[in-house]
């Protein structure tokens, strides 16, 4: 007899259950994380596409607005307001920006160019900054030269700086006014290149005209607001390439012989606070005046001299 298959054991198997896999958190982030970059370039282009049109429009208003000049003018200081420039040195500075400096937003190279051509004025130190601001405002700074006297030579009066740098104004011989110093008797004219331009900005040489500003300050600094300042009309250095000697001009063109100028030392002759004590002598005394009334007076040596037959 033939054996039956034994169907009920085999429905007994039962199959193998499904087991849920654990969620991968980890490719879920980067999957996310790439869909949000791709959203974020697709957001940057759009919004550039949208954009670039008026930027450009901004870019091409601003670069047709011609520049407009605005220099920082030496203050007077102190309790003044304004300028001690002249208007004309003005009006030549405001000048050289226009002609150098291009309507171009993005022109360095004429920057550059308006830079150079301001230096080259002498009025300032070192090349001046210069930049562009809002609107093509073309903002100019810089550390300013300040007139101290005027070197007298051929019949024109030349402004100098308290180093005896060429500034770039000239007098007829007085134009300049009582205000201003006069060097006078200076063995060399004003610096040039090449001998034909003048060198703005570059020391008078020679040593003479520096002797006479060292003497110049030295007076302004004891006797400013005082009748010794008030009679000084400048400095004589006619003397010094020969002895070394300055002498001081008064206001009645007389000659009142000071000596080395200040900080030099010299066998026999007086220090400088002596000489000083001796200037404030003579304006106390009877005459009132530094020259005494006369037309030379020597104050460097042992004793004062006042030359009494050129009263």
Known sequence: MARTKNKSSSRSRSKPKRTREPIQWSRLAHRAGNFAFVALVLAIFI????GVGPLKSRVMAGQEAPAVPR???????????G????????RQLTQIVHANASDNLFDQASLERTREALHRTGW????????????????????????AAVVRHRERDYMVSGRGELLPIDYPV?????????????????PTRDGRSFA??????????????????????HFAGSRVWEQVAGVDVTEHRRNGR???????GSRVVWGAAPG???????TTVQKLERLAHLANGATGRIDAGARRVEIHGALVYVDERAR
Do not use: C, K, Y
Request: charged share 20%.
């Open 47 to 50: 919004g550039w596409s949208l």
């Open 71 to 81: 220099i920082a003018w030496p203050a007077l200081g102190g309790p003044f307001e």
């Open 83 to 90: 300028t001690w420039l002249p208007a004309s040195s003005q």
């Open 124 to 147: 300032f130190v070192h090349p001046p900054t210069v930049r562009r601001g809002r609107d093509n405002v073309v903002e100019i700074e810089g550390e300013w030269r300040t007139p």
């Open 174 to 190: 007085g134009g300049a006014g009582p205000a201003h110093r006069v060097v006078m008797g200076a063995e060399f004219g004003p």
């Open 200 to 221: 703005f900005g570059e020391e008078w040489i020679g040593g003479d005209v520096q002797a006479a500003l060292s003497l110049m300050a030295t007076l302004r600094h």
């Open 246 to 252: 300055l002498s001081i001009v008064t206001d009645r």
């Open 264 to 270: 030099a030392v010299t066998p026999g002759e007086q």
